[in-house]
């Protein structure tokens, strides 16, 4: 149900959401990748309301968290700490942009690849 439809989406505080949590079990990046398939949605109807509409904005085509904290109008604080519930409950998938390793190597790289560019 959409939250403008909803009278109890507005009257529902932030930290009621998260149940009093404001830090996130894991350090998960603005600009972090995630996805969920229509199994991860399926279980999460039994999450919650709102970890339900993130798994469902996450179907079908990767979105960024902020992106998600976006579509789902919830403050990003909030997103945030839901966003890694979800991946820690296997509900959603978080996918890295780089390896750890090699990360030294690809800089590099993409640093001569740039250099290269600015010159023609």
């Not at 999460?44 to 079908?60: L, N, P, Q």
């Amino acid at each position: 149900m959409d939250q403008r439809r909803d009278p109890r989406g507005a009257l529902v505080r932030p930290y009621a959401v998260t149940r009093g949590r404001t830090e996130p079990s894991r350090d998960i990046a603005l600009e972090a990748v995630l996805s969920s398939t229509p199994t991860q949605v399926a279980e999460s109807r039994f999450a919650g309301h709102d970890k339900y509409r993130i798994a469902t904005v996450c179907e079908g085509r990767a979105q960024s968290l902020a992106e998600i904290a976006a579509y789902t109008r919830m403050p990003l604080g909030v997103t945030r700490v839901l966003v890694a519930d979800l991946v820690a409950e296997d509900l959603l998938t978080l996918h890295t942009a780089a390896p750890a390793e090699g990360f030294e190597e690809r800089m590099n790289l993409l640093g001569r690849v740039l250099s290269g560019l600015r010159e023609l």
